[in-house]
Every structure is written in C-alpha cells, then in structure tokens.
C-alpha cells in the first residue's frame, strides 16, 4: 500500500489572487453603498427641503416671531 500523493499546496500568486477578488468585491461594495445613501438619504432629504420651503411663508414666520415682542 503506498500514500495518497496529496496534492502541492499553491504558494505561486495565492496573496495577488485573493487580493484582486478583495479588491474587486470592495469595489462593488463601495458602488452599493453610496448608490443606497445617494437615493435612500440624500434624494428624500434634497425633497423634504424642496417642500418645506414650497410651502414656506416667510411674512407668515415673521409675524409670529415678532407678535411676542
């Protein structure tokens, strides 16, 4: 009976492989991420500032600020 060969373990470029997969899925991670801050924040905020001043009375705020004094 003789021994399983095992087979050589891959020294030659494993660090530049697994480096280039890392580097890659950080990339599209990265993407993701400010693709979802982008529309998941940034839009409804620039949308709620758009209608808050839509509907702002400056004349309306002034007044009300000044009844008090």
């Known amino acids: 009976m003789s021994?399983?060969?095992l087979a050589k373990p891959q020294l030659h470029l494993l660090l530049s492989k697994c480096l280039q997969i890392h580097i890659i899925a950080a990339f599209v991670l990265s993407l993701g991420?400010?693709?979802?801050?982008k529309f998941g924040v940034a839009k409804p905020r620039k949308r709620a500032y758009q209608n808050f001043y839509r509907?702002?009375?400056?004349?309306?705020?002034?007044?009300?600020?000044?009844l008090y004094f």
Do not use: G, L
């Not at 991420?33 to 801050?37: F, H, L, R, W």
């Not at 702002?56 to 007044?63: A, L, N, Q, R």
């Open 55 to 66: 509907r702002y009375d400056v004349v309306k705020d002034f007044e009300e600020i000044f």
């Open 33 to 37: 991420c400010a693709t979802m801050c």
């Open 3 to 5: 021994a399983p060969i």
